[in-house]
């Protein structure tokens, strides 16, 4: 369970929202530049740290933030070099899915900017392109019980590269306004209608876990940088 991922409206009051990785595997997080979706990403991964005490992350940062990102190490992997390390969490689930790897703990696969690297594979490489979208959809598909665990970042996604969209069950949008435009409002949240969206400032975003309705959330600040960091640091030095 990670705790205190946001905070929701209850009766009234704010009240933590935590969220069963184990049930909830695969994660969006979708909003545009400058809604702190990048700051939303940090935290989260600091929680998954502290809450999934032996789970295994890689991390791949497609524009390369290092000024957000700072973590380094053999399972931190930034702009070209993702689809290396891409490549070898698909290996690392290929080998679970065939057993020849124990499941002992959860294997994180998180990637931010993830629409940006499509793009730019489609414009080099359309049968790596191809590739992706093949594997990020069996891992989607059939992760789950191989403890795989994933979570997607981008400023916004495109269904055709957005393969097994209803196996993705929580759904984050870091933006209401974002919600507006009827493309990002029906490949996020399909039974949501316009006159339902409420535009609200910046900390404030929709969501939806599997099987349930959306609801709206307030991010929580991060209050220690330096241990935020250190958490952060510490999950990706876990297996190296």
Known sequence: MIKNVFEVNSRG???PFNIDINRC???????PSGVGKSTFLRRLVGL??????TAEAYFMDFKADEDMFSMTGNHVAR??????LFETVYQR???RLNKQENIAH???????EWQAFLAYLEQTDKKKHKDVLSKILMMNSMGRSLGLR???????????????????????????SFLLAT??????????EKDEVVVKPRGYGYFQLEGESVKMFRTIQVRDEERLNQRIQELFSRYS
């Open 13 to 15: 009051h704010p009240s």
């Open 25 to 31: 595997f695969a994660l969006i997080i979708a909003g």
């Open 48 to 53: 998954i740290s502290f809450y999934d005490e």
């Open 79 to 84: 702009g070209f070099d993702c689809l290396e």
């Open 93 to 95: 689930f290929y080998a």
């Open 106 to 112: 959860n294997l994180y696969l998180i990637f931010d």
């Open 150 to 176: 994933i979570i997607l970042s981008s400023q916004r996604f495109l269904m055709s590269d957005l393969p097994g969209r209803y196996n993705f069950n929580c759904v984050i949008s870091l933006s209401t």
């Open 183 to 192: 493309n990002n409002r029906q490949l996020l949240f399909p039974d949501m």
